[in-house]
């Protein structure tokens, strides 16, 4: 069975500082990965997918993931956080094949302190 | 092109009363999927469907639960009678997809904020 662990509910970083998001996937198939970012009283939206190929992802607003299959991870970074970056992160995993279902990590919530 | 729309954006009722959510996927897109969002739950997939026909309903909380997609653009989900533990935001998401598995984004709705007292 699929499962997603995002580690850390709650991460706080300085403007201009480093972010990393953990997640951390069990498949016993080869997975897709998403991360989705989730802005207050909206709904997810996109931020980068992997599907195959190139295991450094690039998706919007600067940030990255990189899929390392000997880690079963896929951890989401961006070089500097902006006050903008704040909100809820999801991390989520398909790939059964006959199933087009997701399997959401529970988020992390992002706080990006002045 | 727009997204997913989805109605009303707020609903306040009184438990025991029906309740209807409205979906509207992206044209084109053949998945659409109910998922609700609590801060205890977290976000829980609620049912899917594919090309119109419900797939995967295990997520359904219920039988007061229940949801229908007559057609390619429209679904809905419907609460009778409706529980304050009912209360939650209810996202619609839908998606293309191709084959036997999913590589293809899911593009989600603004929600609908429910409320049942």
């Known amino acids: 069975a699929q499962s997603v662990t995002q580690l850390g509910s709650h991460v706080s970083v300085s403007e201009g500082a480093l972010v990393l998001l953990r997640c951390n996937y069990s498949s016993s198939v080869p997975p897709y990965l998403f991360w989705y970012v989730q802005y207050p009283n909206q709904g997810l939206q996109l931020l980068l997918k992997y599907t195959t190929g190139a295991t450094l992802v690039k998706g919007i607003n600067g940030f990255e993931a990189e899929f390392k299959k000997s880690e079963t991870s896929f951890h989401l970074t961006k070089p500097s956080a902006h006050m903008s970056d704040a909100a809820e992160y999801f991390c989520?995993?398909?790939?059964?094949?006959?199933?087009?279902?997701?399997?959401f990590g529970t988020g992390t919530r992002l706080k990006v302190l002045a | 092109d727009a997204g997913v729309i989805q109605s009303p954006r707020h609903e306040v009722t009184e438990m025991g009363q029906e309740v209807t959510l409205r979906c509207k996927p992206i044209?084109?897109?053949?998945?659409l999927f109910w998922y609700r969002q609590t801060m205890m739950r977290g976000l829980e997939l609620l049912i899917y469907f594919n090309n119109n026909v419900p797939i995967d309903d295990s997520g359904m909380p219920e039988d007061r639960f229940s949801a229908k997609m007559p057609n390619a653009s429209f679904s809905t989900l419907k609460i009778q009678p409706s529980e304050p533990r009912d209360s939650a935001v209810y996202f619609c998401a839908s998606s293309r997809n191709l084959g036997t598995t999913s590589t293809d984004t899911q593009y989600f709705g603004p929600g609908t904020r429910l409320t049942v007292l």
């Open positions: 044209s084109g897109h053949n998945s």
């Open positions: 989520a995993v398909s790939g059964i094949s006959g199933t087009y279902k997701y399997i």
